[in-house]
């Protein structure tokens, strides 16, 4: 592996008690000095998460530098620091997560073994264990779809690009205004060029999934509202009475499987059963509330 080989981008906002854990696992990373660079974006926090990763520069191993958004999304703030990265191959990760040790370099080493493909993920598990967490993992939707070598996108907590290809497509979405749209939309455009994308299991990274009931519905709102986005750009055909029509089936469909898990408690498969309900309802709310906003 070559000297300034990676350059990470992280996006954050008033996360000033997460980004720090999220800094340490990356200056633990099992590279050479001088092998990755690390950009964090601070898109306009009032907590002194931008000042806590300035700091954070005086003893990190590798190159630290903290970008000022403008308060406009992760998906602009992801621009604003690929746009700025040195290396050929941008790696994504959130200020909620923590990569494991051999991480960056895993991912590097997958890309330059197999030029055929222009991004990869790793494996986004849950760092701390609860029943919302477990129901998160169960969904899947924390998971880069699609056949390994070839899926359908890749969740921006654990993903890498060549920076010729988000050059190509122009990068991230900024029409997508939360965490939510922007991940499928740039793989959709990426893929329509004939770019493969995978996922690669060994490059592992642990992540603050929702732990409460109010956190599964925030989660689930931003990606209703961000499936609104895929309807305006093109990539999704659908209604509001095709949206519920799909989320009820969702619904049947969770609650036929939970009833016959065996492998979970009574009390488990009822509340998971609940968490679907919760989860489709979330999702319906979030894409109304952004179709009510564009039509103002």
Known sequence: MSESCCSVVIPTRNRVSLLPRCLDCLAKQDLPAGAIEIIVVDDDSTDGTGERA???AATMPFKLRVLRGGGRGPAAARNLGWRAAQAPIVLFTDDDCEPS??????????????PDVGGAGGEIKKLRDSLAARFT???RCMEHPGDP???DYLVSANASYRREVLESVG???ELFPCAGGEDPDLSIRVRALGVKLARVQEAVVL?????????????????GRGEFGLLRAGHVKTNDRGTVK???KEVRISIAVY????????TDRLLFCSLSWVKCYALFAGFRSQARQAVR
């Not at 992540?207 to 990606?223: K, Q, V």
């Not at 009833?259 to 009574?266: G, M, N, Q, V």
Request: proline share 2%.
């Open 207 to 223: 992540h603050n999934h929702p732990t409460s009931l109010a956190g599964i519905y925030c989660m689930h709102h931003r990606y």
């Open 54 to 56: 300035q700091a954070a």
């Open 149 to 151: 070598r070839d899926v």
């Open 101 to 114: 040790i051999n991480w960056a370099q895993t991912l590097v080493d997958f890309l330059d073994a197999n």
């Open 137 to 139: 993992d169960d969904i």
């Open 246 to 248: 799909r989320l009820l």
């Open 259 to 266: 009833r016959r898990r065996l492998d979970l408690s009574i």
């Open 171 to 173: 990068g991230f979405n």
